[in-house]
């Protein structure tokens, strides 16, 4: 596992664990939920690392 993985799985559980304490997620949830952020996360994090940086004008 990469790096850049470990991060977003990292990242993915924060926002998980501030959701259960909040109460707005519960067992019956979390496995639909997890992947949903998970793939969230992973979209944005690796949509970021493929943009290629704009050139200073």
Known sequence: MS?????ILRSTKE????F???G?????GFNETFKS???TVEETVK???ETP???EE
């Open 47 to 49: 949509g970021l690392e």
């Open 3 to 7: 790096s850049i993985d470990e991060l």
């Open 20 to 22: 259960i304490e909040t």
């Open 53 to 55: 940086e704009k050139s």
């Open 37 to 39: 952020i998970y793939q």
């Open 24 to 28: 707005r997620l519960g067992p019956a």
């Open 15 to 18: 926002i998980v664990v501030k």
